[in-house]
């Protein structure tokens, strides 16, 4: 953009001149408050030209007047406002030379250039982002506390801007923040702040994101934040719906971030309190949430102390979701079966096998495995090969992605409760990904053959009898047996995200 040059030439000469007597006179500057009070003034009714020299001269000679101090800084807030970019641009560049006469200033400067952030001129934004940078390099605690300010109490496109700058530049702060490994202080300084923001947040993945940047400065002391918050001591309640989710929102990032050093057994010893009352859990959304918890701390870590604290209970609970009198092999089973919960079975098997490796001699005793127990199993491991048949042969043509990463994590749930079933009735040891774990984000070729586009069309032998057939009627969409899916299977598939818009 231009400069505006309604002035005349007079006015910008007379700020030179004015701008020579300060310059001239040096440490001494400060006698002439004349030549600067209006250098001042002249931001208020002065043409775009000497806006544009003001916002040079005004941070030059800053320090000299420590009495106009805050008469200046609001001058050039005001040309950081002005309209012509060429003006706005140089004003915003000059505001960390503030900070370097007095360094009282850093807070509430970044604080101002934060909110600048949302800007629409990516060149303005580029100058505010490199002025904040400024400004942490000089002081970063104090910086950095400014912009947080802005995190909590800004309008919403500032709360963006703002805490998508902090994060990345601290999630790259070996760069950012030179020496910072060797500051404990600062570490604890930096978590506690990326604490404080996720205190203001209703979403959980604005959770998951600051705890991750958190990791990155210090895992140990970001552990520490998770099992403090997690809150182990505190008797297990099955009637409290709020604490069970936060719970079930914690834990896996406390899994996350444990090491060996930080074993499950805390965790697991923890869930010997909560599986004799699981049942009594309201909601099944939050018995699901437990359940998965329980799954991945075992498949983290588990010991044969903690195995057998908790295999009695997992087995009864698991036993208890499968069908006492269940068809035989010989009979239908897709027509009308009795009801099963796969969300819920894969994690009690999955706990069971896991579990039931570290004391192998459990499912050994003596009427565990009868032949009735096993029938069960195996039933479960018939239905789940059935509907996972019927899935993969179901269309996807003019299914929305989400509708297919929903049946492929479907299949992946029943694949696994179909291997856990073989494992736990054999000697197997499946390699496992439990189903929301696992990330979906393309669909093989194996699962739905009619997804991969190829340019060459595929070459096919000869029908066998049994694909004529198939061939020869009509291909049917699939369809969930009734009973089959419990109503919990949509909000199982839903806590890959695991955003229940709950405060931390």
Request: glycine share 6%; proline share 5%.
């Amino acid at each position: 953009a231009e400069v505006s040059t309604q002035s005349t030439g007079e006015g910008v000469e007379s700020l030179y001149k004015k701008f020579g007597v300060l310059a001239d006179a040096k440490d001494k500057a400060g006698e002439y408050q004349e030549e600067y009070l209006a250098i001042l003034s002249t931001i208020q009714n002065g043409s775009g030209a000497e806006k544009r020299l003001c916002a040079s001269f005004v941070p030059r000679f800053f320090k000299s007047f420590p009495d106009h101090q805050e008469a200046a800084f609001n001058a050039q807030l005001d040309l950081c406002e002005e309209g012509e970019a060429v003006i706005r641009r140089e004003a915003i560049k000059g505001l960390p030379d503030l900070c370097k006469a007095d360094t009282k200033l850093i807070g509430r400067m970044s604080n101002v250039l934060v909110q600048l952030l949302p800007i629409e001129s990516h060149l303005d934004q580029t100058i505010v982002k490199h002025c904040l940078a400024q400004l942490i390099r000089q002081d970063a605690r104090t910086a950095i506390a400014g912009i947080v300010d802005q995190v909590i109490d800004g309008n919403d496109d500032v709360k963006v801007a703002a805490r998508k700058f902090l994060l990345e530049r601290l999630t790259d702060c070996d760069k950012h923040l030179p020496g910072l490994s060797a500051d404990d202080e600062m570490k604890t300084f930096l978590i506690d702040q990326l604490d404080y923001m996720s205190r203001d947040s209703d979403n959980y993945g604005d959770f998951v994101d600051l705890m991750a940047v958190a990791a990155c400065i210090d895992r140990r002391k970001t552990l520490k934040l998770l099992n403090k918050l997690l809150d182990l001591e505190r008797p297990f309640d099955p009637t409290n719906g709020e604490v069970i989710e936060q719970f079930g929102m914690l834990l896996p990032l406390v899994l996350k971030y444990h090491n060996k050093s930080n074993n499950t057994s805390g965790i697991l010893k923890y869930y010997g309190s909560v599986l004799p009352v699981i049942s009594q859990v309201e909601s099944q959304e939050h018995q699901l949430l437990l359940m998965q918890g329980l799954a991945e701390a075992i498949q983290s870590s588990i010991t044969e102390e903690d195995a057998a604290l908790l295999l009695d209970g997992i087995f009864t609970l698991f036993m208890s979701h499968l069908p006492e009198e269940v068809p035989s092999e010989e009979d239908e089973v897709v027509e009308n079966p009795p009801p099963l919960n796969f969300s819920v079975l894969e994690c009690l098997s999955f706990a069971l096998h896991k579990a039931s490796l570290v004391v192998p001699s459990f499912l050994k005793e003596e009427g565990r495995l009868s032949e009735s127990v096993t029938a069960r199993i195996q039933y479960l491991h018939r239905t789940s090969t059935c509907y996972m048949k019927r899935l993969r042969r179901s269309t996807v043509q003019e299914d929305t992605p989400e509708k297919v990463t929903l049946k492929t994590r479907i299949v992946k749930m029943l694949w696994n409760c179909k291997e856990l079933c073989k494992a736990l009735t054999s000697e197997s040891t499946p390699d496992i990904t439990l189903s929301w774990k696992k990330e979906y984000t393309a669909v093989t070729n194996r699962l739905y053959p009619a997804l991969v586009s190829d340019k060459r069309p595929p070459t096919r032998g000869p029908l066998s009898p049994t694909a004529k057939r198939r061939r020869g009627s009509a291909q049917q969409v699939y369809a969930p047996p009734r009973g089959t899916y419990s109503a919990n299977l949509g909000s199982t598939n839903g806590h890959d995200d695991r955003d229940r818009g709950r405060r931390y």
